[in-house]
């Protein structure tokens, strides 16, 4: 079964802070990386993707790829409360007949007024 | 307005009675999933579809099935409930893989 890391978390940082969130994956054919936010009692919704190596920037979210090192990482600048969230990172396990999409544990993310 | 609908949103069963949990979405979309969440083991797909007619086993498939009969609909029916099956389920769809997954507002299933 292929996997899927996340730092285990809870995350705490203040508010203006850089928060880093990481993730792993094991299936070194992956193609297409993901993380999603999901607030509490609600439905995870889609942050960022990123297909190619390098970073990929949106607003205060980058992700970063680095497919040597299986790792994608998201960074959050200028945090804010509102950002408090449990972070999904979900990775694309399409190798040979499967299409399948697996997702981290979630790193918990708390930001401090 | 695009969206991903599930119902039941709560359900609470017993132990072998047969149940389905519908899912639809009308956003034309080619990709459905089925997912459920537990504390401490995150999110977990159930079954996937590719098309109408094309359905495979995610991670843990055990218990569940699926069909895909029309594109836009995609049941999760659970022949016999047992109490593991006691989790958060979620809905999704999305153009393909490599594409944002829509989430549907979730269905809390408790078996007894």
């Known amino acids: 079964q292929k996997e899927v890391e996340q730092n285990s978390g809870p995350l705490s940082v203040p508010e203006g802070a850089i928060a880093s969130l990481n993730c792993t994956y094991s299936?070194?054919?992956?193609?297409?990386f993901f993380w999603y936010r999901q607030y509490s009692g609600k439905s995870p919704e889609l942050i960022m993707f990123?297909?190619?190596?390098g970073d990929k920037e949106d607003g205060r979210f980058t992700a970063q790829l680095n497919k040597a090192s299986q790792y994608v990482s998201l960074l959050i600048r200028d945090s804010q409360p509102s950002d408090s969230a449990t972070y999904l990172c979900?990775?694309?396990?399409?190798?040979?007949?499967?299409?399948?999409?697996?997702f981290g544990k979630g790193t918990l993310l708390t930001v401090n007024p | 307005e695009a969206q991903v609908t599930q119902n039941p949103r709560y359900l609470i069963t017993v132990t072998g009675k047969k149940l389905t949990v519908t899912c639809s979405q009308n956003?034309?979309?080619?990709?459905m999933s089925w997912y459920r969440q537990d504390p401490g083991l995150g999110l977990r797909q159930i079954y996937y579809?590719?098309?109408?007619?094309?359905?495979d086993k995610g991670d843990v498939p055990e218990g569940y099935k699926v069909s895909r009969k029309e594109k836009r609909n995609f049941p999760l029916i659970l022949e016999s409930p047992s109490p593991n099956q006691t989790s958060l389920y979620f809905c999704?769809?999305?153009?393909?893989?490599?594409?944002?997954?829509?989430f549907g507002p979730g269905t809390r299933l408790t078996v007894l």
């Open positions: 579809s590719m098309n109408v007619e094309v359905t």
């Open positions: 956003m034309n979309h080619e990709y």
């Open positions: 299936d070194r054919g992956s193609q297409s």
């Open positions: 979900a990775v694309d396990n399409s190798g040979g007949s499967n299409y399948k999409l697996t």
């Open positions: 999704a769809s999305s153009l393909g893989l490599a594409n944002e997954q829509f």
């Open positions: 990123i297909y190619s190596n």
